[in-house]
């Protein structure tokens, strides 16, 4: 390991967490190498100097006044299902539920009208008849073969004018 | 015998409100002066100290007990750190170290001869300007590590960061600490 590496690890070194083999490999460099000594001393003191920062406590009445507030505190509950259904309370929130409830309803029609038998999805999705259609069709019943389209719907009868 | 933080945390989501005191007690310079060294500004330490308390309180129900209470309370210092930085970055606030509050007179410290009083002082104020100035993520590392002796681990896990980014973010903290000393000269002086 070169100088430049070995000084990376000098800040953790000092600061005792490096493995107790890897800091016997830099205290070993060390004995050896004056440049990287010094650098050692340079954090040493800088450590040292942070140290002059005066100690910092708590003013007086922290305790009295923290506790005070804290009498108004109740803890949030645990996580439950009334803690998952709480956020849903405001008005946009309502814009959600409204649109997931949209979106699961459209899910189920979707999942219901593939699950149907084919001919009767068949039947639903027949087109009506046109208009002028629907009307050659009365003028002339005869004309109704196993090629017309079968009236299987209340409307669709309807429209046909059966 | 000392009682653990996670037993007096599982007491305190039973209400236990004695409970929630000692861990006050217990903690409370401590974020104090995480918060202040952090911040810079006496007045709103009190208040985020407050309410990094306050918060533990709320979310007792939260709190895993697997979970080490310290670094856990250190993240929710930290969390509300950060949001106050953020409030000021938008509101253009500046940190504010009230000149008005004499914190060595607060802590209560022994009577100085006023020449060394005088160097003393010039000399914290040297430190302080050169924390000050670091990147906010080198400050809040080395706060940790020299001011509040947390080790590499508890600092990762307080700051949801990996060890080596740790480790490097306190090395580099270091370095700049030290050529801003050194440019001041101080450094030399000590040596």
């Not at chain 1, 140290?51 to 803890?75: H, I, M, Q």
């Not at chain 1, 899910?107 to 009506?128: D, N, Q, S, W, Y």
């Not at chain 2, 006050?24 to 985020?48: E, G, W």
Request: glycine content about 2%; hydrophobic content about 40%; aromatic content about 8%.
């Amino acid at each position: 390991m070169n100088c430049e590496k070995i000084k990376t690890q000098l800040s953790a070194y000092i600061d005792g967490e490096l493995s107790e083999e890897h800091s016997a490999f830099i205290r070993k460099h060390l004995a050896d190498c004056d440049s990287c000594r010094y650098e050692e001393q340079l954090l040493h003191k800088t450590s040292r100097l942070l140290g002059n920062w005066e100690d910092v406590r708590a003013p007086d009445g922290f305790c009295e006044a923290l506790l005070a507030k804290a009498e108004t505190v109740s803890p949030l509950p645990r996580r439950s299902i009334i803690h998952a259904v709480r956020p849903l309370a405001g008005p946009r929130a309502l814009i959600k539920v409204v649109a997931y409830g949209m979106a699961i309803l459209l899910l189920c029609v979707g999942v219901i009208f593939f699950a149907m038998p084919p001919l009767k999805r068949a039947t639903m999705v027949e087109p009506l008849p046109t208009h002028s259609e629907s009307a050659s069709q009365i003028d002339d019943t005869a004309s109704i073969s196993e090629d017309s389209p079968r009236y299987t719907t209340m409307a669709q009868m309807k429209v046909a004018g059966m | 015998m000392r009682v653990l933080d996670e037993d007096l945390m599982e007491r305190c989501r039973k209400g236990d409100m004695s409970a929630f005191e000692l861990i006050v007690l217990r903690y409370k310079d401590a974020i104090f002066s995480f918060i202040y060294r952090f911040l810079m500004d006496y007045h709103r330490a009190q208040d985020i100290s407050q309410e990094t308390f306050i918060r533990v309180l709320k979310n007792v129900n939260r709190y895993k007990s697997r979970n080490n209470f310290k670094t856990w309370l250190y993240r929710i210092a930290v969390n509300l750190c950060k949001n106050e930085l953020r409030y000021r970055s938008r509101h253009k606030m500046l940190s504010l170290d009230d000149p008005t509050v004499d914190i060595e007179s607060l802590a209560g410290n022994h009577f100085v001869p006023p020449d060394k009083a005088y160097e003393k002082k010039e000399m914290r104020k040297l430190v302080k300007d050169a924390v000050s100035e670091l990147p906010e993520d080198q400050r809040m590392v080395i706060i940790m590590r020299e001011y509040q002796d947390l080790s590499y681990e508890e600092i990762a896990s307080a700051l949801n960061c990996s060890l080596g980014a740790v480790k490097s973010k306190i090395y580099r903290a270091r370095q700049n600490i030290k050529n801003m000393l050194l440019e001041a000269e101080i450094h030399k002086v000590a040596l």
